[in-house]
């Protein structure tokens, strides 16, 4: 599996102090408010693990599974749910955690889905954020790390199911997109 990366992009060091960063950020933010945390899966599996464990403050925890790009680099455009909330989200300050933001696509469809079913407020934090990517617009509001235009795999993030076990962020060989 490490044959398979061309470059490692973000360290796991790295990727462990800006977890903690935005843990610190996110007890501050949701004092008092017991927010309703979001996962979306399986991408923010690993991100979601380690991001509690740093918030210091009362919350619950839902998850929630959508697919848009299966096997490919690119988003289907096509949001799919493949599992939805145990919990309601009506009255609630709800926090969707998510792996990346590329084209936006997952993101806008979720949100408009919760504010439909009324939640109280909706917020993001992502903790890769790829600019380049977007084909609609849409900013997170606590992000981890901007990343250049490249397709990323690692820390819950696939190419083809694979390699969300790696702990940091890399690039893959451009041979492995030709087999
Ligand atoms: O901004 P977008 O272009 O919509 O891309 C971001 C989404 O794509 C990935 O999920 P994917 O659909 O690959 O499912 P997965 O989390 O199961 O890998 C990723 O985990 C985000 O949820
Ligand atoms: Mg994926």
């Known amino acids: 599996m490490q044959n398979d990366i061309q470059e ?4 796991e060091e790295e990727i462990q102090a800006k977890v903690k960063e935005l843990g610190e950020k996110l007890s501050t933010a949701y004092k008092d408010r017991d927010p309703l945390v979001i996962c979306v899966l399986k991408g923010a599996f690993i991100f979601m693990a380690d991001l509690v464990k740093n918030i210091t403050v ?8 959508v697919s848009s790009y299966g096997a490919s680099t690119k988003s289907s455009g096509v ?8 919990q309601s989200v009506e009255g609630r300050d709800v926090l969707i955690v998510e792996d990346i933001i590329d084209s936006g696509l ?16 909706v ?31 690692g820390y819950g993030l696939d190419y083809t199911e694979h390699y969300r076990n790696l702990p940091y ?11």
């Not at 949001?79 to 145990?86: F, G, N, P, Q, Y």
């Not at 990517?133 to 606590?142: C, S």
């Open 8 to 11: 490692i992009l973000i360290s």
């Open 58 to 65: 009362p919350i619950e925890l839902d998850f929630m599974a």
């Open 79 to 86: 949001v799919k749910i493949i599992k939805d909330l145990d």
């Open 106 to 121: 997952t993101l806008s469809y979720l949100i408009k889905l919760l504010e439909n079913r009324k939640a109280k407020s």
């Open 123 to 153: 917020s993001v934090v992502t903790l890769f954020d790829k600019p380049t990517g977007r084909t609609v617009e849409l900013e997170a509001d606590y992000k981890g790390f901007v990343i250049p235009d490249a397709f990323i795999v």
């Open 169 to 179: 962020i890399g690039i893959l060989k451009p041979e492995i997109y030709s087999n």
